[in-house]
């Protein structure tokens, strides 16, 4: 059985795992409308990927002994003004979770369990590669402008710029 402040803090990234999963996909769904079709297909897989991560936590709760929470979400952002803003939402929200899941280290840490503390290390790695991802974006999108002929070729070329895969990151 997991001690009561390991179970808190894992349910709680079981919810920032979900509300990043909604938020990649109320984004995928404005990208698909705004006729940037690549980034929505990026965004659409990059969606199903934190649905992932949310599980892989679930499943572990619950293998523990404990009871996972499935969480109650919000609507997430709808609208952006254009792909830059987008994607700084996206680095913005994968800070966020990076930093949870230092907090979640560190009460494995406090409270020595280790066997969670080694399950954790898979999304200490995973963070590094979706926040570096996210700035690799920018940069593109920094460099694209406001030209909308290099709009088009970022939103072609996006699907290069791989998310992690199941195993070697989901
Ligand atoms: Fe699973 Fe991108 O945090």
């Known amino acids: 059985m997991l001690k009561p402040e390991v179970a808190t803090a894992l349910n709680q990234q079981v919810e920032l795992e979900a509300q990043s999963s909604h938020a990649y996909l109320a984004m995928a769904v404005w990208a698909e409308t705004q006729?940037?079709?690549?980034?929505?297909?990026?965004?659409?897989?990059?969606?199903?990927?934190?649905?992932?991560?949310?599980?892989k936590l679930i499943r572990f709760i619950n293998e523990r002994g404990s009871k996972a929470v499935v969480p109650a979400l919000g609507a997430p952002s709808?609208?952006?003004?254009g792909l830059k803003e987008?994607?700084?939402?996206?680095?913005?929200?994968?800070?966020?979770?990076?930093?949870?899941?230092?907090?979640?280290v560190d009460v494995c840490l406090?409270?020595?369990?280790?066997?969670t503390h080694n399950f954790m290390q898979w999304y200490v790695a995973e963070q590094l590669e979706e926040e570096?991802?996210?700035?690799?974006?920018?940069?593109r999108l920094a460099l694209a402008g406001d030209s909308s002929g290099a709009l088009y070729h970022f939103d072609r070329d996006i699907t290069s710029i791989?998310?992690?895969?199941?195993?070697?990151?989901?």
Do not use: C
Request: hydrophobic content about 30%; proline content about 4%.
């Open 78 to 81: 709808p609208y952006f003004s």
């Open 162 to 170: 791989e998310p992690m895969e199941e195993g070697q990151g989901a």
């Open 110 to 115: 406090r409270v020595k369990d280790y066997p």
């Open 35 to 55: 006729g940037y079709d690549g980034t929505a297909n990026f965004l659409y897989r990059h969606a199903e990927e934190e649905r992932g991560h949310m599980l």
């Open 86 to 104: 987008a994607f700084e939402s996206v680095l913005e929200h994968e800070t966020r979770v990076t930093e949870s899941i230092n907090e979640v």
């Open 132 to 139: 570096g991802m996210a700035r690799r974006i920018l940069d």
